[in-house]
């Protein structure tokens, strides 16, 4: 029978919400925080190592633990139940079915990418919105796109709402975090070329491009675009043609019809 935890000031219970809060605990620590059987499978799934789970049988209820009971078996996995009134405490979304765990999130880099020989690659700068990367990652999945990189973010990539944003899909696509210049020698080492979705004078829309080889989409922040560094150093720029009043979409939006036109292409 797992321990019950029911005061908000157990140790492990004030660790959780350190843990949700603040991104330097999580870097600490080398942790982040999972909420929900469904993400959790996907991320149990693609290797992530999972030391601690803590079930509120109240919200989980019997089927759910049998699940998880058949998804870690009798592994060194801890397992705490934790009380409703605490557990309500630490989840970070509403209608929380119960299950939440501590991960090792996987840190991938550039060098240790495998890539095939015309990578489909997502490339995002300074992204801050979790909301954003999320929906990104999750077109990433569905499109089987070989990687998501990240300039310089302004986020923790495994921030609890990322993940749960995506899904847990950011646990399926390679996720990389790097620098501007560190992306511009490496795509140029791999032969990858870049466009960038930016609004300029010369941008060309992306139904004149052929995306079939080493391709990277460079997306900016929805506040400022691409910086025009980055944006200068990119082989192309492309535009999405728009036909009403506004002049740009949302970057998750946007970047799911620029991957898309890559997997028609590709066939």
Not at 44 to 64: D, H, K, N, Q
Not at 149 to 171: E, K, Q
Request: charged fraction near 20%.
């Amino acid at each position: 029978m797992p321990d019950l935890l029911s005061s908000p000031q157990n140790p492990r219970i004030k660790n959780l919400l350190k843990l949700q809060q603040k991104s330097s605990e999580r870097r600490e620590q080398g942790l982040t925080i999972i909420e929900g059987l469904r993400e959790l499978t996907i991320a149990r799934a693609a290797g992530v190592a999972v030391p601690t789970l803590f079930v509120c049988p109240e919200l989980a209820g019997p089927e759910r633990q049998q699940q998880l009971q058949a998804l870690f078996g009798e592994g060194p996995t801890e397992w705490f139940e934790v009380s409703k009134a605490v557990f309500e405490k630490v989840a970070y979304r509403e209608g929380s079915d119960g299950v939440l765990a501590l991960a090792q999130p996987p840190r991938h880099t550039l060098a240790g990418l495998k890539l095939p020989a015309s990578p489909l690659l997502l490339v995002l700068e300074a992204v801050e919105k979790p909301g954003n990367l999320g929906a990104i990652l999750r077109t990433a999945d569905a499109a089987r796109a070989d990687a998501v990189i990240i300039c310089d973010p302004r986020t923790d990539l495994y921030n609890p709402n990322a993940i749960r944003s995506s899904i847990g899909c950011i646990f399926t696509v390679p996720t990389v975090a790097t620098t501007r210049q560190e992306l511009l020698g490496w795509c140029q080492q791999h032969g990858i070329r870049t466009y960038a979705a930016a609004l300029t004078d010369h941008a060309r829309p992306y139904t004149q491009y052929d995306f079939r080889g080493p391709t990277a989409f460079v997306m900016g922040t929805e506040a400022d675009g691409l910086t025009p560094e980055l944006m200068q150093a990119c082989t192309e720029t492309i535009i999405i043609p728009m036909g009403g009043y506004i002049d740009s979409l949302n970057v998750s939006t946007a970047t799911a019809i620029l991957t898309f036109e890559a997997v028609r292409q590709r066939g």
